[in-house]
């Protein structure tokens, strides 16, 4: 094989990777002056990280501002529904889906989604989509649980009046899963553009 074919095959590989890449810029919430990196992914602009907007009720995991600086707040439900800037929202359950299709299958998509660092036991993540999906844990019960190691996202869409949709992803597996939970436990937040 010859040295252009050879440099043709890296640029085409490149430029592949290049498509998955697809970072749009960043938001700045004139709340509080937060800079959010955006990414194009599933048709929509989400947030490339999670909310860290101090909305009242929110938490940082521990209670430690280092936690919120590196995953984000954590928020009810109820909170969760309000939280995300003018301009965008929390995303429904379809928002979520078509996320997930877009990448590839449910069963693959959190290996894609997943950020390159941050994870537990090297759990991480290819971030091929630039989603950058890092593990903030969640409180439950007033307990605050696994913070680098599992990764839960509110959905807009309730599951019945007390519950509803989450999505979430672990260390050691490359799947995005659904389940619906108590609207009281606290969990991430990706904020979708409108």
Same mark, same amino acid.
């Given at each position: 094989?010859?040295?252009?074919?050879?440099?043709?095959?890296?640029? @085409?590989? *490149?430029?592949?990777?290049?498509?998955?890449?697809?970072?749009? %810029?960043?938001?700045?919430? /004139?709340?509080? #002056?937060? +800079?959010?990196?955006?990414?194009?992914?599933?048709?929509?602009?989400?947030?490339?990280?999670?909310?860290?907007?101090?909305?009242?009720?929110?938490?940082?995991?521990?209670?430690?501002?280092?936690?919120?600086?590196?995953?984000?707040?954590?928020?009810?439900?109820?909170?969760?529904?309000?939280?995300?800037?003018?301009?965008?929202?929390?995303?429904?359950?379809?928002?979520? @889906?078509? *996320?997930?299709?877009?990448?590839?299958?449910?069963?693959?998509? %959190?290996?894609?989604?997943? /950020?390159?660092? #941050?994870? +537990?036991?090297?759990?991480?993540?290819?971030?091929?989509?630039?989603?950058?999906?890092?593990?903030?844990?969640?409180?439950?019960?007033?307990?605050?649980?696994?913070?680098?190691?599992?990764?839960?996202?509110?959905?807009?869409?309730?599951?019945?009046?007390?519950?509803?949709?989450?999505?979430?992803?672990?260390?050691?597996?490359?799947?995005?899963?659904?389940?619906?939970?108590?609207?009281?436990?606290?969990?991430?937040?990706?904020?979708?553009?409108?």
């Amino acid at each position: 094989m010859n040295k252009y074919i050879l440099i043709t095959i890296a640029a @085409a590989v *490149l430029a592949g990777f290049g498509a998955y890449a697809q970072t749009v %810029g960043t938001y700045s919430d /004139s709340r509080d #002056g937060k +800079a959010y990196r955006t990414v194009k992914a599933g048709g929509k602009t989400w947030m490339a990280e999670n909310l860290n907007f101090a909305a009242e009720g929110s938490k940082c995991y521990e209670n430690k501002d280092a936690n919120c600086a590196k995953y984000g707040r954590l928020y009810s439900w109820e909170t969760a529904r309000k939280a995300c800037p003018a301009g965008f929202h929390l995303p429904s359950d379809d928002e979520w @889906a078509a *996320l997930e299709n877009s990448v590839g299958r449910r069963t693959m998509a %959190g290996a894609k989604l997943k /950020s390159s660092s #941050g994870w +537990a036991n090297n759990g991480n993540g290819t971030d091929e989509y630039g989603f950058s999906a890092l593990p903030g844990g969640y409180v439950s019960g007033g307990e605050f649980s696994h913070a680098g190691i599992y990764g839960y996202w509110w959905s807009a869409t309730e599951y019945t009046a007390n519950y509803a949709w989450i999505r979430y992803m672990y260390y050691n597996y490359d799947d995005v899963y659904k389940r619906n939970s108590g609207k009281a436990g606290m969990y991430s937040v990706r904020c979708v553009q409108n």
